[in-house]
């Protein structure tokens, strides 16, 4: 019987590593997989002692056709979006559906493989007699049906730690499905899926009351109502492209700033010198990183609480910055030279509106830097790219070089001298994010040759923090900073941006407070669109008295003061003197709400309702 079991044990984990292969992953050498595939193994026969032997080929049956299932719908998944399926994903699943209807393009033939271990079980089935059917030692078996499931869970355990050890929020944000298939299998993948799925579930507010929906619906109508008639700047971007370029790890301290008597980011200092300027931008970012900064910007809805919303919300409706542009005839695009389904965005960017996606497998691989291709190839192919394309549209270009760790200091060629930083944590910023800066000047560059600078709306921004709180020490040496306390560490969470509009139209800085949320109703004014029937957070910056960013955790920033609310404090934000929190009661309530307010428009996928809901009160 065990020669059985391990003849059939053999075929299901050749399939599973078959399926690792068919998605890009290694299946030799990588421990952790290994480990956990044991592990899954152990835990799926912890059962097996305990029955007999008929019933012990039924089970790995039943067990087979569930692997199979989970196997052959991944792998159609896969060929679709690039990307591992996730429980959240399927129960919003209106996206599902396109998988559906082109199955019989997906299947190939070799696929069959999947299925050809089924017949093993034929002569299974067909023996007729129960010899040992019965269990020699029900002592015996339980012992061995537990030591099974322990020694089963401590393996998978371990091969789950292994990769959260060399990849530490991964398992939280699962901002990599398909890497983390790669080091653990599919088994253990899912079964993560499913606990956090449930776990998530369980705590989640059930369905709305309706009071809680009137109370949504009347923040939006006195939001509404607060928009003056007569906004500045309105339509000055009229029926322009717009390219809005989310920059990986720029941070503000960078902008304007020499080091050995060299600019840092000489190109973008150039630019804001011709354009509207945010100099007070701060990071709105939860833990879904670069995701959540394009998700503030394109829907102008804040993260969510916990994990990403790209990963958890991806099928709800959103009126996004491209349905809405769709909708008024532009042609829509999300270019980000990265595997696709990495941050979801293979099943996120349709959603979202765009008609293109253009990733990794679209792009050449002529220069690679770091995690992939160089941004300065990334902005001459998306351009070349552009230029045939149907105007206006709106590109948004995701860059990928400056990515942490900066490390990949000979590709920069020393462009930039950092001195006794060099090879620093903080010098190889600094010289990667020079490249970056180097990399929009081509860009730039390319608009003004290709004529596309007096019809285009370009904006720059970055999407979060480079330099974790870890590294907070460097940063004060390089910038002079004597104590680097909690007000100046949340006052340095700034990222340039930078909005240029045609004929330089606007050009100054701006120091209104903001944060991702209010790039869209920026835009929309900018672009003649009124914005007052569309369900978002943010404000026009500039059309607003007083701005306001607010960060995840409830600390929040306005034009006067910096409150780190959880910590219970609060700071004249130009002074850094100490300020009564108290005072401040009102706007933290406030804080709370708008926060709270999102948070259930995504829980409960209420965008259209709210949506219907102010077009209805004109
Ligand atoms: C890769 C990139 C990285 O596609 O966007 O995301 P991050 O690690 O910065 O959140
Ligand atoms: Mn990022």
Known sequence: MMKIISVLSLAMITKLMYFNKLI??????????????IGAFMIIHFLTPLLTRKWRVRYLFFINIIITFLIVSNLLFYRYFNDIITLPIITQISMVGSVYSSVLNLINFSDLLFIADFLFYIP?????????????NKTISIIISFVLLITGYLFSYYGVYLLDKKQPKILTTFYDKSYVVHHIGLINYHAIDAFKFIKEEVSMSKSLKDDEINKIKDWFKQSKLSIPNDNSYFGVGKGMNLIMVQVEALQEFVIGRKINDMEITPNLNKLIQKSIYFENFYCETGAGGTSDAEFLANTSLYPIRTGAVYMKYPGNYYYSLANVLKERGYSTFAMHAYKPGFWNRSVMYPNLGFNEYLNRNHYEHDEIIGMGLSDKSFFRQSIDYLKKVKEPYYA????????????NTKAYNDALKVGELKGTFLGNYLEAIHYADEALGYLIDRLEEEGLMDSTLLVIYGDHYAVSKDRKDELADFLNIENMDNYMWVKLQKMPLIIHLPGDEGAGIKT????????????????GIDGRNIPMMGRDLLNCEEGMAIMRNGYFIDDNYLCLTADGVAYDITTGEPYSIESLRDKIDNVFMELDISQKIIENNLVEEIRNYLMEID
């Open 24 to 37: 890009g992953g290694r299946v030799s050498g990588v421990v952790s997989l290994v480990i956990s595939l």
């Open 124 to 136: 299974m089935f067909k023996m007729k007699k129960e010899a040992k059917c019965r269990i020699e």
């Open 396 to 407: 948004f270009m995701v860059t990928l070089t400056s990515h942490y760790p900066y490390d």
């Open 512 to 527: 209104i407070a903001g944060g991702g949320v209010d790039i869209m109703p920026t835009l929309l004014n900018l672009m």
